[in-house]
């Protein structure tokens, strides 16, 4: 069976400073893969997805990137954080091709000081 | 643009008292409707995907069944442990597309 994993699970970092996400899956290949963010009253807000190592897809600007190094590895980063960062930040995977239903993983919680 | 609207945007019940979450939806070509369930603090879990008009899928006391305009989340008997928001999402049928997803019902069912 599949198991998608995100790390941390929580994070508090100070205005500036950089940060670094991970996503890892597990039991599939060549799967897609997406970061969400899920803020107070906005729903879940598409951030990136990718259908393949170094492929990646912006769906909003913003001072985050992410990065596919290994085709089950999904990274979300940033240089320097911004109070308006703060969130939760979910990774999901979904079969590889036009995709269909999604599979979240458990998210980490960012607090941006 | 594909858009999604739930309703309501809470919703109590009693233990037993069943009830209906309303998502409507506007999309070019529907390729697929999901229902996920998101416990406080957690990733959204799948529940089910429905594709076309007059489908419905069932899980437990929860069934789900879709129109051209909208989809019904229909909770019998619910038991305190199907407190949870409920998130709706809409995928078009054009090449790769992602999922639009509404804001939610958050249900709370009180022993």
């Known amino acids: 069976s599949q198991t998608i994993h995100q790390w941390p699970a929580t994070l508090v970092q100070p205005v500036g400073s950089p940060l670094s996400l991970e996503c890892t899956v597990e039991g599939t290949s060549n799967p897609n893969l997406y970061w969400y963010r899920q803020a107070a009253g906005r729903g879940l807000q598409l951030l990136f997805y990718?259908?393949?190592?170094?492929?990646i897809s912006s769906e909003v600007p913003q001072n985050l990137s992410a990065s596919r190094p290994q085709d089950r590895q999904f990274i979300l980063s940033s240089k320097k954080l911004l109070l308006s960062d703060s969130g939760f930040y979910l990774c999901?995977?979904?079969?590889?091709?036009?995709?269909?239903?999604?599979?979240f993983g458990p998210g980490t919680r960012l607090t941006v000081l | 643009e594909d858009q999604v609207t739930q309703s309501p945007e809470a919703l109590r019940l009693q233990e037993g008292e069943s009830s209906s979450l309303n998502c409507s939806y506007t999309?070019?070509?529907?390729?697929?409707l999901f229902w996920y369930r998101q416990d406080p603090g957690k990733g959204p879990e799948f529940l089910f995907t429905l594709y076309s008009a007059g489908e419905e899928k069932e899980k437990e006391r929860l069934k789900a069944t879709l129109t051209k305009k909208e989809s019904f989340l229909h909770i019998t008997a619910p038991k305190p442990e199907d407190s949870a928001t409920y998130l709706c999402a809409v995928q078009a049928d054009s090449g790769y597309s992602t999922l639009t997803f509404g804001k939610g019902t958050m249900l709370l069912v009180s022993p």
């Open positions: 999901a995977w979904s079969e590889g091709g036009v995709g269909n239903e999604q599979f």
């Open positions: 990718s259908v393949g190592i170094g492929q």
């Open positions: 999309v070019s070509g529907l390729r697929g």
